[in-house]
C-alpha cells in the first residue's frame, strides 16, 4: 500500500503533491501503513482517505477505488450511522465503538456487519484538527457466533424443558437443586425443590436410601444406573404416597477442581412395570394350566375367554410337529377355513409352498425353546386367495403357541410407497435441470446428476457442505455471497430466482437458478436449488440479435451509397467544369460552390456514420451553446418545410457547455430533421436552450448543466416507440427515408460528454428532445464561424516539413498546403519511408501524419519522432480512428480539412511545442 500511496496523483485531491505534505500528515501516515491492524486514516477537509493492507479487507469490493477519495463518499452507505462519531473526533473528542452494527454495501449487496472501532483526533502544525486516525476490528463473525450461542442455549433448554424423560441436575456434597425439568416436577408432585438439598427437599427419597446412593456416585465419580427401581412419593400435597418404577442414571459431573454435582435423568415405567407383572402372572396361569389340565380344560378356558373370542389376531396352539390343536375365531373369518379343516392338520398344508422353507426354520426354533418374536409368511385363503401374515410364537410345555396379524394390506401399501419413491427418485437423477436438497440452514443434503456431472465431482463432494460453497459457485469471484444472500431470503419462506454465470469446469454458463422452501405444517424443512442451463438459448438469441444488426448494415449500406452518388455528382461535374478553360467565370464560380457544398454534405454523412459507431474522436472545448444555437436556426428553418414556423428561445445567462461545437452542431441538425418529418401538414419548431442544476438523479451526476430542447408540435411517438427510438438502425420513416441513426448519434455524443439524452413524447402532443451538457470551466465568447478564411502564403522560410501518407492524392494536396504556408516540403508514402529519411539526418519542423497506414500507424511513428527529435511539431490527421493510442500533446486535425483549419493546427501544434519549452 505504501508504493501505492507514493504512486497515487494527489495533485488532483484537496491534499496536493506529497512533497508538499505536512509533517504531522506524513508521521501519521507511516505509523498506519506499517501497522498490521486495520487502520485508516482520513485528513483534510475533505476527510480524504488513506488506509494500510489489513484495512482493504475492510472495504471489499470499494477497493482499490477508495485511495484518495473523500471518507463520505466511499462509505455513503453507512454515513449517516459514523457521521456524528466523525463530528465528534474532528472537534477533538477521541471516540470507541464496541461491536458497532453497520449496514453495509461493500461487496455490491447489503450485509449487516459489526465493528469495534476508535477514531483518535490528529493535530496538525498549527495546533487545530487536520484529520483522524481510525483503528478497526471487524467483529462480524464473533458477533454471529454469539448470537448462534445463544440460540443454541435456548435450544437446549427448550429441549430440557420439553424432554419426556425426567431430568434434574444436583451441585455440591449436599445435592443441592439447580435444575429440574417440568418431567421431573410433576414426578414429584410439582414441590419447590430448586435451591434445596436433597434430603430436605424429598424426605421420603432419603429414607428410600436414594441420598445414600447420590453420596455414592458423587464420592466415587462412578454412574449409578437403576432400571425398574421402586421409588415411593408424596405425588400431591395431603394425598396419600404413590408407587412408581423408574429407569434412571446419576451421573457425576466433574468441574476443573473435581467435582461440580449428579446430573439425574430417568424415565418413569410405572406402565411397563404394571403390565410386566400382568404378564408373567398370565404366563403363570397359563403354565399351570398346561401342566394341570388337558384338552378339555383348554376347551372350557377358551370359551371362557373373550379376548379368545373376539381379538381379529390369530391365535392358534400347535405341538411339537407343528400340527393345530386349538384356533381361535379369527382364522375363519380372516382365511375362510372353518375349525374341521384346520384342527388335527400342519400348520405347513395351508403355508404358500414360498415360505414353506422360513416355516420350518421357525418350527426348529421352537422346538429348540427359542421364542420367535417376529417372521412372516404366506397363507393360503379358502377361496384361494393368499393373505401375509405376521407372527410371534414361544414354546412352552412341548406346545407352541402363536398370535398372527394380518400385514397384507400394510405391506402392499409399503411396497408402493417404495415403488413411488423409486420412480421419483428416478425423474429427480434424470431430469434435464439441476436439482439438489439443502437444509434450513443451507447444508446440501442431496444433488442430482445433471448437478455432479456439470460440476466434474462425485456425491461426496457436495454434501455436507453449505451450498454457496459448493463447486457449483465457489469457483466463480463474488458468487458464493450473492448465493448466500439469497439463500437466507428462501430460508425465510420466498421463493427466490436471478439469472447467473457460473465458471464451471466446462467453462463459463448461464443458469435460471431458483431457490424454492420447502413446507411441512407450517414450517420450512428444506429449499431446493434448481437451476436450467441457458447458455445455448443465450448463444442462440446473441447470433439472432448479430443477424438482424447485420441486415440492418446491409439496408445502411445501401442507404449510405445512394447518398455518396448525389454528391459526387455535383463534385465530378464542377471538376470537369474547372477544366474547361472556355466556362464562363460566373458558372465555374457556381459549380465550385455547389461542390463545396457537396463535399460539406459527405464529411456530414461521414461523421454521422463515425459518431454513431462512437469511434469519432471528439474535439470538446468550452461552448457558447447560445450563439451555437441561433447560428444553427438559419441552417435547419432552410432545411425544413415553408409551413414550419421555427422558434428560437436561448434563456438569458447560458452558462458554457463542455462539447465538441461540430458534433453539437451535427446533433441539432439531426434532432431538427426529425422533428420536421414529423410534422408533414406544418407546426411549429422551437430550439431552446437553458441552465439547469441536477441533484440525486440516477442517470446523472450532481452539478450544473446546459440543456438544449428540440421540441416539435407534430404526431408524437407511443412509449414502445419512445423506448426504441435511440436503438441504432431503429426508424419510422420507413425504407429509403432514413437510417435510423440520428438519434443514436445525439445519444452517443450526450453519453461521451459525461451527459444525457431524454425524449418526452406522446401519441397527438409531439415530441420534445434534451440533449444535457455538463457545464464548462470558463464564460466563452460566441462560436466562432466555420465558413472558410483565405489563408495567406508567405515567402518567408519556415523550415522542413515531413508529409507522411499512404493515399498520393492526399498527400500531394497536403503538401501544396503546406508550401504555400512557407514549407520546405519532403513527403513519405509510409512510417517506416520517414523513418529512414530521420536515419539520413532529416530534422523537420513538423509532421503532418496519416494516422492508418499499412505497417506502421501515425501513432506509432508521432511516438518514435517525439523520441527522437522533442521539438518537432506533430499533427496526427485522422478520419477514423481510436484516440486511445496517441499520446497526450499531439494535434489531431480530422479529415477532411481546409487550408484555413490545416493553417489553424499547424499553429497549435507549434504553439505547443514552445510552451513545452
Partial sequence: MASRVAAFDWTQTPLGPIEHWPQSLRTTLGLMLESRFAMCLCWGPELTLFYNDAYMRVLGAKEPGALGQPLALIWSDVWEDIRPLVDSVMSGTATMQEDMPLTMLRNGYPEETFFTFSYTPVRGEDGGIAGFLNVTTDVTRRVQNERRLRADVAQLGRMFDQAPSFMAMLTGPDHVFRYANPAYMRLIGGRDVLGKPAAEALPEAAQQGYVALLDEAFNSGNPFSADGMRFVVQASAGGEPVERYLDFVYQPISDEHGGAGIFVQGVDVTARRMSDLVLRTREAELRALNRDLEREVLERARERSLTWQVTPDLLAVMDAEGVIEAINPAWQQLLGWTDDELLGRRWLDRVCAEDHAVTRAVLDNLRADKPVLHFENRFRTRTGGVRTLSWMATPEGGRFY??????????????????????????????????????????????????????????????????????????????????????????????????????????????????????????????????????????????????????????????????????????????????????????????????????????????????????????????????????????????????????????????????????????????????????????????????????????????????????????????????????????????????????????????????????????????????????????????????????????????????????????????????????????????????????????????????????????????????RLPATAIIIVSGYTNMADIAPGVTILNKPFRQHELAASVGLAAASIHGAA
Fill in 402 to 867: 402363536c398370535s398372527g396379524r394380518d400385514v397384507t394390506d400394510i405391506k402392499a401399501a409399503a411396497d408402493a410407497l417404495a415403488r413411488s419413491q423409486a420412480q421419483l427418485r428416478t425423474l429427480f437423477e434424470t431430469s434435464y435441470q439441476l436439482q439438489g436438497m439443502c437444509r434450513p440452514d443451507g447444508i446440501v443434503t442431496d444433488a442430482n446428476r445433471p448437478v455432479l456431472e456439470a460440476l466434474g465431482v462425485g456425491f461426496d463432494d457436495v454434501v455436507g457442505l453449505p451450498l454457496w460453497e459448493t463447486p457449483w459457485f465457489s469457483a466463480t469471484p463474488g458468487m458464493p455471497a450473492r448465493i448466500r444472500a439469497m439463500f437466507v431470503r428462501a430460508a425465510a419462506g420466498e421463493t427466490v430466482r436471478d439469472e447467473i454465470q457460473v465458471d464451471l469446469p466446462g467453462g463459463r454458463r448461464c443458469h435460471d437458478l431458483s431457490l424454492r422452501p420447502i413446507h411441512d405444517d407450517g414450517r420450512i424443512i428444506a429449499v431446493v436449488p434448481e437451476a436450467i442451463d441457458t447458455t445455448e438459448r443465450r448463444n442462440a438469441e446473441e447470433a439472432l440479435r448479430q443477424s438482424q444488426k447485420l441486415e440492418s448494415l446491409g439496408q445502411l449500406t445501401g442507404g449510405v451509397a445512394h447518398d455518396f452518388n448525389n454528391l459526387l455528382m455535383p463534385i465530378v461535374t464542377a471538376l470537369d467544369l474547372a477544366s474547361d478553360p472556355n466556362a464562363r467565370p460566373e458558372r465555374r464560380a457556381r459549380m465550385l460552390g455547389v461542390a463545396r457544398r457537396s463535399a460539406d454534405r459527405a464529411t456530414s454523412l461521414v461523421q454521422r456514420l463515425l459518431s454513431f459507431a462512437r469511434r469519432q474522436p471528439l474535439q470538446t472545448t468550452d461552448v457558447d451553446v447560445g450563439a451555437l444555437v441561433v447560428g444553427m436556426a438559419a441552417l435547419v428553418e432552410s432545411s425544413c418545410s415553408p409551413r414550419i414556423r421555427l422558434v428560437v428561445a436561448a434563456a438569458d445567462g447560458l452558462l458554457p457547455a463542455v462539447a465538441d461545437p461540430g458534433q453539437l452542431e451535427m446533433a441539432i441538425l439531426n434532432l431538427g430533421m426529425n422533428a420536421c418529418d414529423a410534422m408533414p401538414e406544418g407546426g411549429t419548431l422551437t430550439l431552446a436552450a437553458r441552465n439547469a442544476r441536477v441533484t440525486g438523479d440516477g442517470r446523472l451526476a450532481d452539478g450544473r448543466y446546459v440543456v438544449v430542447a428540440v421540441s416539435d408540435t407534430g404526431h408524437g411517438m407511443d412509449e414502445a416507440t419512445r423506448q426504441r427510438a435511440i436503438e441504432p438502425f431503429f426508424s419510422t420513416k420507413g425504407i429509403g427515408k432514413g437510417t435510423g441513426l440520428g438519434l443514436s448519434m445525439a445519444h452517443g455524443l450526450a453519453l461521451q460528454l459525461g451527459g444525457y439524452l431524454s425524449i418526452d413524447s406522446s401519441p397527438g402532443a409531439g415530441t420534445t428532445v434534451e440533449l444535457w451538457l455538463p457545464v464548462g470551466t470558463s464564460r466563452v465568447a460566441a462560436h466562432e464561424p466555420t465558413e472558410d478564411t483565405v489563408v495567406d502564403s508567405t515567402a518567408e522560410p519556415r523550415g522542413t516539413a515531413l508529409v507522411v501518407d499512404d493515399e498520393d492524392s492526399v498527400r500531394m494536396c497536403t503538401a501544396d498546403a503546406l508550401e504555400d504556408m512557407g514549407y520546405r516540403i519532403v513527403e513519405a508514402g509510409s512510417a517506416e519511408e520517414a523513418l529512414r529519411a530521420l536515419d539520413d539526418g532529416l530534422a523537420p519542423a513538423i509532421l503532418v501524419t496519416d494516422h492508418l497506414m499499412p505497417g506502421m500507424t501515425g501513432a506509432e511513428l508521432a511516438r518514435a519522432v517525439r523520441e
